[in-house]
């Protein structure tokens, strides 16, 4: 993974800046956020269907 300095982190919110606008990035940085949370939650919902027959197993095993 590269490691991105502070001076290459402004430049590239600069160039994010002349392409697309001082009123467009609220917008983008919305929808990214959206996306985000969108992920993390379909990838909660996988993690809790892969768990649910993992619990149903423990409680079908007979006593002995």
């Given at each position: 993974?590269?490691?991105?300095?502070?001076?290459?982190?402004?430049?590239?919110?600069?160039?994010?800046?002349?392409?697309?606008?001082?009123?467009?990035?609220?917008e983008l940085a919305q929808g990214l956020g959206k996306g985000i949370k969108e992920f993390r939650k379909a990838a909660r919902d996988v993690q809790d269907e892969l768990e649910k027959p993992a619990d149903n197993n423990k409680k079908i095993e007979p006593k002995a």
């Open positions: 993974m590269p490691n991105i300095g502070t001076g290459e982190i402004i430049l590239i919110l600069l160039i994010v800046l002349i392409f697309f606008g001082a009123k467009k990035i609220p």
